[in-house]
Nanobody
Framework: VQLQASGGGLVQAGDSLRLSCAAS????????LGWFRQAPGKDREFVAA????????DYADSVKGRFTISRDNAKNTGYLQMNSLKPEDTAAYYC????????????????WGQGTLVTVSS
């Protein structure tokens, strides 16, 4: 499956953004969806995951209660709704697809989209 992330931008602290992850190729619904982020000079870190069936989610502690991962299989698109953004959320955000039921580690994902940059000013 090929993935393309979009929706990043420059926002102020407290604002919201919705990232999208458009999938093409094989059936999107058969993959677990994940979002990761990487800030300059830091390792890529897990943000959120959604199971293949869509009924299970997992979030990094730093985004719990603020971010929501979802998918629309009819549109072959995944989403990351980000609310109450903080300057520390500034990073390149990547979506990924895994054949596992649900996955939280980068090596569990075989397909990656390009990053979309989110910058949160204070």
């Amino acid at each position: 499956v090929q993935l393309q992330a979009s929706g990043g931008g420059l926002v102020q602290a407290g604002d919201s953004l919705r990232l999208s992850c458009a999938a093409s190729g094989r059936t999107f619904s058969t993959y677990a969806l994940g979002w990761f982020r990487q800030a300059p000079g830091k390792d890529r870190e897990f943000v959120a995951a959604l199971s293949r069936g869509g009924g299970n989610t997992d979030y990094a502690d730093s985004v719990k209660g603020r971010f929501t991962i979802s998918r629309d299989n009819a549109k072959n698109t995944g989403y990351l709704q980000m609310n109450s953004l903080k300057p520390e959320d500034t990073a390149a955000y990547y979506c990924a697809a895994s054949t596992r039921w649900i996955a939280t580690k980068p090596h569990e994902y075989a397909s990656w989209g390009q990053g979309t940059l989110v910058t949160v000013s204070s």
